[in-house]
C-alpha cells in the first residue's frame, strides 16, 4: 500500500495508528465475550477501521457524524468513553439507550453522533437535514453519513442525494463499500461499475477512494470538508474496502472465495500502515507493545464497569413515560376578534402565525412554495417568510420526513405537507420507525409536524381519499390530531407545532372549503387530549372525529327528537377516554362514528375500552358504524355505498330502540 503524508506530522500519524487499533482491539475483545454469551450480537468492522477513523479524524468534533453498524472507528475516535458502549452493547442503563436498543442504534447529542436505525437507508436523509439547518442557520459544517454497498439500493439513498443535490447541502455521502450485503456480492446489488458513477447521475461530485489506506481517506476527507465548508455542496465517496467477518459474527463467511480473504487480508488497514510508522521511524516494536498494553487496560478497565453495573430494572411508568418528550401545554387564549373563515384558511393562519412565532421553523412539502400547496393552505407563505424555509421539494416523502428528523436533531422545527395523506405511505418508514422511536431509544426529540390533507366523500378514488389516522394511532410516539372545525384546526395546529413530540395532524379535505366558523384572528393554542362535546342529550353518546362528525350533526339536525350527546373527539392520541366514560354513564348507550374502514380503526379501541371499564353502565351492545372493508371508489353512487353516513341513521335508530 502506498502512503502520502503530506504534511502530517508524526504526532497525528501516530495518533492515526492508535485511533485505528483501539476498536480492532475492542472488537477482539468482543468476539471472546459474545462467545461468553455476554453480549447478544456483534457486527464487525474489523480491516475496515481506516474509513472511520479517516473520517471521522477529518471532521470537527461540532459536525454531525451518522455512523452505521460498521463504523465503531467514529465512537471511539469521538472519544466516548469506553464504559459507556460497553454497557450499550450489554443493554445497561450506563448505555445510551438504557437497554432500549442495541448494538450501534442510539446517538449522542453530546458527541454530535447520530447512530443508525435497521432500516439502514433514512439515515442519509436524516444528514440532509441536519445539514439543511446547519446551512439555514449560517454555521459552516459538514456532516459525514455512511451506508454500506447493500444500503445504496434502498430507495431513500437515491432520494437523499437528489435532495442533497438539489438543496446544495454540505454532505458527504460516504458509502464502505466492502464487498457484501450480508451475503450479496456487489454484482448482485448494482449494475453499473463503480458507485462513485452513481453521483453523475444526481449532478453531484464523487470519488472512490482506496478505504484501506488511511492517508488516503484523511486527505481527501480534509480536502473536501474544508472545501465543503466553504462551498456548500454534496458529495459521494466510495470507499473500497473488504468485510473480512460475516455480516454478524453467527452468519459467517462461507460464501466468500478463499482468494478473496487472502487478498483483502493483505491489505489489511491496520498492519500495512504499521509496517509504514515502523519505516518512516515513527513506530517501532517496542512502541506498539506499550501502545497495546495501555489499549488493552483501558478496555479491561471499562469493561469491569459495566460489568459491575446491574441489568436494567423494568419500571413501567420509566418506560412509558419514555416514549414521549415532556411537554407542558401553554394555553394562548383567543384574543376576542374574530372572522369567519373556512378550515383550510384556518389551517393556513395557524400555520403562518407560527411560521412568525418561531425563525427555525421550516415547511416542507411538494408544490408549496410559489405555487402555494394543492390546497393553497401555504399561499403567500414565500412572500412573507423566504424560499429558504418554505421549501419545495423533490417528490420524496421518506427522504423529506427523514430531513425533517435532521432538522429537528440539529435544533429546529419542521413541518412536512403531504400533497394528500394517501402519500404518507412512500414516508411511512421513517415515520413510524424513526419519528415515532427517537425519543424512546435514545432521549432525541423529533420536532416535527406532518399535516395530511386527508378524507373522501370527494369523488377522488383510492389513492386521493383515504382517512389513514389508524396507521399511526397503532404506533406508540406519534401523537394525531384530526380536528372537524376551522377553530379546532386552528389552535390545535399551534400546539402541534409547539409540541416537539411528532404530530401527524389530518386535515379533511372535503371540511377545507365547506365548513366555515367564527375563528380568532390572533394566535392561541388548543391542548390535545381534550374532546369537545358538542351536544347534550341522555339518550345515547355518540363519538366521532373529522367528518363523521358532521354527518352526525346532520343527523341530529334532521331527528331533533334525538337526544345525544355528541363527541368530537378532536385528538386522537393522546385519546380523552374520560370525557366518553363521563358521558356513558349518563347515557348508557354509545354509537362509534368512523369514517376509516371499520377494522382495526380507533372506534374498535374506544368500544374494547368502554367494555373494559364502564361495562356495567352499558344498557346495548355498543355499536361502530364506519366504511365497508374494501378501498374507496371513485363513482360517487360507489362512494356512497363505501361510507358509513347511511348505515349510521339506521344504527343510531336501532341502539336506541334496543
Ligand atoms: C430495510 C432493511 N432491509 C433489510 C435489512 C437486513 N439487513 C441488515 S444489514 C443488511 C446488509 C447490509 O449491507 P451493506 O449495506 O452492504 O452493509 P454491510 O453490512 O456490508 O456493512 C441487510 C440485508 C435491514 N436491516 N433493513
Known sequence: MEYQRKDIDNTTLLDFYKRMLKPRMIEDRMLILLRQGKISKWFSGIGQEAISIGVASALKPEEYILPMHRNLGVFTTREIPLHRLFSQWQGKAGGFTKGRDR?????????????????????????????????LQNRPHVTAVFTGDGGTS????????????????????????????????????????????????????????????????????????????????????????????GHEEAS???????????????????????????????????????????????????????????????????????????????????????????????????????????????????????????????????????????????????????????????????????QFADFASSGFNPIVNYLAKSHYRWSEKADVVIRMPCGGDVGAGPFHSQTNEAWFTKTPGLKVAYPAFPYDAKGLLATA??????????????????????????????????????KEGDQITIVSYGAGIHWALEILEKYPEIEADLIDLRTLMPLDMESIYTSIEKTGKLILLQEDSLFGGISSDISALVMENRFEYLDGPIKRVASLEMPIPFSK?????YLPKERFVVALKELLAY
Open 637 to 641: 353512487t360507489l362512494e356512497n355505498g
Open 103 to 135: 448494538s450501534f442504534h442510539f446517538g449522542t447529542q453530546e458527541y454530535k453522533i447520530v447512530g443508525m436505525i435497521s432500516h439502514l437507508g433514512p439515515q442519509l436523509g436524516v444528514a440532509d437535514g441536519i445539514a439543511l439547518a446547519d446551512v
Open 252 to 418: 459467517g463467511t462461507k460464501y466468500v472465495p478463499d482468494t478473496l480473504m487472502e487478498e483483502w487480508g493483505a491489505k489489511d488497514p491496520i498492519a500495512n500502515y504499521e509496517s509504514y510508522l515502523i519505516a518512516e521511524g515513527v513506530l517501532d516494536v517496542m512502541k506498539i507493545d506499550i501502545l497495546k498494553a495501555e489499549i488493552e487496560s483501558e478496555i479491561s478497565e471499562h469493561l469491569q464497569l459495566a460489568f459491575e453495573e446491574p441489568q436494567v430494572d423494568f419500571n413501567t411508568t420509566n418506560e412509558l413515560n419514555a416514549v414521549y418528550k415532556d411537554f407542558i401545554y401553554t394555553e394562548v387564549t383567543p384574543d376576542t376578534k374574530v372572522e369567519k373563515i373556512r378550515l383550510v384558511d384556518a389551517v393556513s393562519q395557524g400555520l403562518r402565525q407560527s411560521m412568525e412565532k418561531y425563525d427555525d421553523l421550516v415547511i416542507m412539502g411538494q408544490d408549496i412554495a410559489d405555487y402555494g400547496g394543492v390546497f393553497k393552505v401555504t399561499e403567500g407563505f414565500v412572500d412573507a417568510f423566504g424560499k429558504e424555509r418554505v421549501r419545495n421539494t423533490p417528490i420524496c416523502e421518506s427522504g423529506i420526513v427523514a430531513a425533517a428528523m435532521g432538522l429537528s436533531i440539529n435544533g429546529m422545527k419542521a413541518v412536512v405537507e403531504m
Open 154 to 245: 434502498e430507495g431513500d439513498f437515491h432520494e437523499a442525494l437528489n435532495i442533497a443535490s438539489v438543496w446544495k447541502l454540505p454532505v458527504l455521502f460516504c458509502i464502505e463499500n466492502n464487498g457484501y450485503g450480508l451475503s450479496t456480492p456487489t454484482s448482485e446489488q448494482y449494475n453499473c461499475k463503480k458507485l462513485a458513477d452513481k453521483g453523475v447521475g444526481y449532478g453531484m461530485e464523487s470519488y472512490t477512494i482506496n478505504g484501506n489506506n488511511i492517508l488516503e481517506v484523511y486527505s481527501k476527507v480534509t480536502e473536501l470538508a474544508q472545501s465543503l465548508r466553504k462551498e456548500p455542496r454534496p458529495v459521494l465517496l466510495e470507499f473500497l474496502t473488504f468485510r473480512m467477518r
Open 497 to 534: 407545532i409547539n409540541d416537539p413530540n411528532p404530530v401527524l395532524f389530518f386535515e379533511h379535505k372535503g371540511l377545507y372549503r365547506s365548513i366555515y366558523q367564527d375563528v380568532p384572528t390572533e394566535y392561541y393554542t388548543l391542548p390535545f387530549g381534550k374532546a369537545a362535546l358538542l
